[in-house]
């Protein structure tokens, strides 16, 4: 260990060498190595120090040792280091990814009370795992307390919104959010529309996703929509083109399908390996085998129709 070369060479590691180590050891995920550097730390009577509470903690999160995170973070409150807002967030997403949105919810209480102010960061962080408990009341609750607090929303925490939205089944409140985002003169990407027609089509909306996407739709909202995608420049991608292609596939529209995947290439976008082995696996359906080889044929990847 370089320690042991510099007590060979006496050379004595300063505190910046120690917080340098644990950092790099941390990221790596070493953390017995880590902890071995704490614990000279420690036995020199160096405080660590919140920086260095903060590298061991996210080192246990990426590691995914969630209970040994927490046992840092109360050891750094017992030895009097102050916790910062990212000692707090590492733990938010610490008690996240074990389900324990309870206490992670705890914790973004304490903040205030320790003189600290959650970012949008942090906020982030919260409404991810919210979301992914399915908690969408209380996901919306803490977005509105976000903007009470003057918080601005970064597009991460807006493709949160969008996402939990629709996978939480609130396709509707989905696309309210995003119009109140144009109103608000958010910029628009299209990784925010894929998020609303990918979630069109899950719910079963598949009509009013291809309305959507095409621009043939004669329901104003969904031509309204469309239309403002290419106002700004945000033109489909290919994962917008496969979203519904998959679904078409998946719905035996075959026809429908090839039509939507001429269009496709048209754009120039190719068939992905994804969408090519929902094809393969539908070749079983004997009846509609001459339509789907047509399609295999036509737009399957080079490298891949050999194996079909």
């Given at each position: 260990m370089l320690l042991n070369q510099?007590?060979?060479?006496?050379?004595?590691?300063?505190?910046?060498?120690?917080?340098?180590l644990i950092d790099a050891f941390s990221r790596e995920g070493s953390m017995q190595d880590?902890?071995?550097?704490?614990?000279?730390?420690?036995?020199?009577?160096?405080?660590?120090?919140?920086?260095?509470?903060?590298?061991?903690?996210?080192?246990?999160?990426?590691?995914g040792q969630m209970d040994k995170?927490?046992?840092?973070?109360?050891?750094?409150?017992?030895?009097?280091?102050?916790?910062?807002?990212?000692?707090?967030?590492?733990l938010m997403n610490a008690h996240f990814k074990k389900n324990e949105n309870d206490e992670a919810m705890h914790l973004l209480r304490e903040i205030p009370q320790r003189g600290?102010?959650?970012?949008?960061?942090?906020?982030?962080i919260v409404l991810q795992g919210l979301f992914r408990m399915g908690r969408y009341r209380s996901a919306r609750e803490v977005f509105i307390e976000m903007?009470?607090?003057?918080?601005?929303?970064?597009?991460?925490?807006?493709?949160?919104?969008?996402?939990?939205?629709c996978k939480c089944g609130h396709i509707e409140e989905g696309l309210q959010f995003l119009q109140k985002m144009e109103f608000d003169r958010v910029k628009l990407d299209i990784t925010m529309y894929n998020i609303i027609l990918h979630g069109l089509c899950k719910s079963g909306r598949f009509q009013f996703a291809r309305d959507l996407f095409n621009n043939l739709s004669l329901l104003d909202e969904a031509k309204e929509f469309f239309v403002k995608m290419e106002e700004i420049s945000?033109?489909?991608?290919?994962?917008?083109?496969?979203?519904?292609?998959?679904?078409l596939l998946r719905r035996g529209e075959y026809n429908d399908a090839l039509r939507f995947l001429e269009e496709m290439a048209r754009r120039g976008f190719k068939m992905d390996s994804y969408t090519f082995s929902i094809l393969i696996d539908l070749l079983q359906d004997k009846e509609n085998y001459p339509s789907l080889m047509q399609i295999i044929e036509k737009f399957g990847p080079n490298e891949l129709k050999s194996k079909s």
């Open positions: 510099m007590s060979h060479f006496s050379i004595a590691p300063s505190h910046f060498t120690h917080c340098i880590a902890e071995d550097v704490f614990e000279i730390m420690i036995q020199r009577g160096e405080n660590p120090g919140t920086v260095i509470y903060n590298a061991l903690m996210n080192g246990c999160y990426l590691q995170a927490r046992k840092i973070f109360d050891a750094m409150v017992e030895r009097g280091a102050n916790p910062d807002i990212l000692s707090y967030s590492t600290l102010r959650a970012d949008v960061g942090t906020y982030n903007r009470a607090a003057s918080l601005p929303p970064d597009f991460h925490t807006y493709c949160t919104m969008l996402d939990g939205l945000c033109s489909a991608n290919g994962i917008t083109f496969s979203f519904i292609a998959q679904e």
